[in-house]
């Protein structure tokens, strides 16, 4: 058996949106060890989308259609393969009453073609949206299995995760599963990390080995081919540890939607502790990168945008003879950011930022110079020296990236 997915709609043509949803969708089958050969995009056209379907039949046995489920004129997905195969559509009573009930709630006529959201394809089986109201469908028919999934991601992954899998499972039946692990790491470049890891990569059957940028951090999946997800985590678990070994010093966590900022939030959650800022160069990203995880405000109370000398003066208490002796791109003064916004706010930590981004030099320093300090109660401040390529906002974002690492050292105790 194998899968052939097929995104349905003129916006990813057009290069208005991303198609993450067959992304979802690989990454599913490659669960369940179902080989995805063909992924397509096609507009919402149905003489064209049938002719996609049909060449699809043709090489592959699974076939999954995402988008063109909703109420316009041109969502016409299940229309168009309920024509392809000569079959009519049915209108699902759960659809209609969540559909009716919307209506309802909101005192606005509904029109005609809405009720379109309820159909599903005659003699499968209707697909639960959860977050949506048009509901998906499943059909066996003629050696064929066709799942039609909604295209808004936050509709269309529920519907996987809960309506797609339990039949997937069924369908791959002993068939192997791939599992992988995503590792991240910071401070160190990708070829530097594939040289540490050259002889396993060199000898990788299975498991494999792969490394990725992703942003600023250099990600290393781990994947396994077997019977049954415990026998794959079983091939996993000691190259996990041997990579993560080989590596600890630049280790930030695991997952493949985890950042650093993910973990050191957790980390600062776990042990009851709390942190501040005090940036110039990075304007807020630092804070606005802690504050966009759930649960911040637990551990970050708030901090300091001090962008122009003044307002270092001002609100931190800077004197100005510290930056006119110094600099204000130096070690002194980032670690006074630290230190004041640590007492200011009476958190476990503070960090201070300052930093030229450019793309001019300053101070005869040249783009790209960052200086960063974590100052700890009851324990010294640590300053960091950092020169970092890249544009203007890659060398912010460097910068961020760097501050949660030194943060998250410190609360792992490296």
Not at 55 to 72: D, V, Y
Request: proline share 4%; glycine share 8%; net charge negative.
């Amino acid at each position: 058996m194998n899968a052939e997915i097929i995104a349905v709609g003129t916006e990813m043509l057009l290069g208005e949106i991303v198609n993450t949803n067959a992304q979802y969708v690989a990454k599913l089958l490659a669960r369940y060890g179902v080989p995805s050969y063909y992924q397509t995009v096609v507009g919402d056209n149905p003489k064209r989308l049938a002719s996609t379907i049909e060449l699809a039949e043709t090489r592959s046995h699974l076939i999954f259609l995402i988008g063109g489920l909703g109420p316009t004129p041109d969502d016409l997905t299940k229309q168009t393969l309920a024509q392809h195969l000569g079959i009519s559509l049915k209108t699902d009573a759960n659809a209609l009453a969540k559909l009716t009930a919307w209506q309802q709630q909101t005192q606005k006529k509904m029109p005609a073609n809405n009720l379109a959201q309820a159909y599903y394809l005659d003699g499968g089986e209707p697909l639960k949206n959860q977050t949506g109201l048009a509901v998906g469908s499943y059909l066996s028919k003629d050696d064929h299995d066709y799942f039609v999934l909604p295209g808004p991601p936050r509709e269309m992954l529920p519907m996987v995760d809960h309506e797609v899998e339990p039949r997937l499972a069924r369908l791959a039946g002993r068939q192997q599963i791939f599992m992988s692990r995503m590792l991240r790491f910071f401070g160190s470049g990708e070829s530097s990390i594939a040289d540490c890891l050259a002889d396993l990569i060199d000898q990788q059957r299975n498991p494999t080995i792969a490394t990725y940028i992703k942003d600023y951090e250099v990600g290393v999946r781990l994947t396994a081919r077997a019977d049954s997800e415990e026998a794959a985590m079983q091939l996993l678990t000691p190259l996990i540890t041997e990579v993560k070994n080989r590596l600890s010093e630049y280790y930030v966590g695991a997952g493949e939607d985890r950042r650093v900022s993910d973990e050191v939030v957790r980390l600062l959650k776990e042990k009851q502790l709390t942190v501040t800022a005090a940036e110039s160069l990075t304007a807020g990203l630092f804070q606005a990168t802690l504050a966009s995880i759930s649960g911040a405000s637990e551990v970050f109370p708030g901090g300091f945008v001090t962008y122009a000398n003044g307002v270092k003066e001002q609100l931190l208490g800077i004197k100005s003879a510290t930056i006119e002796d110094n600099g204000v791109v130096s070690a002194k003064v980032a670690e006074e950011m630290a230190e004041l916004s640590e007492r200011k706010l009476s958190t476990d930590f503070g960090l201070g930022f300052t930093g030229v981004a450019g793309p001019d030099e300053l101070e005869g320093k040249p783009v790209g110079t960052v200086f960063i300090a974590l100052a700890m109660r009851d324990r010294p401040t640590i300053v960091a020296e950092y020169h970092f390529a890249g544009e203007r906002n890659e060398i912010r974002g460097r910068s961020v990236e760097a501050g949660l690492k030194m943060l998250y050292d410190q609360l792992n105790n490296k």
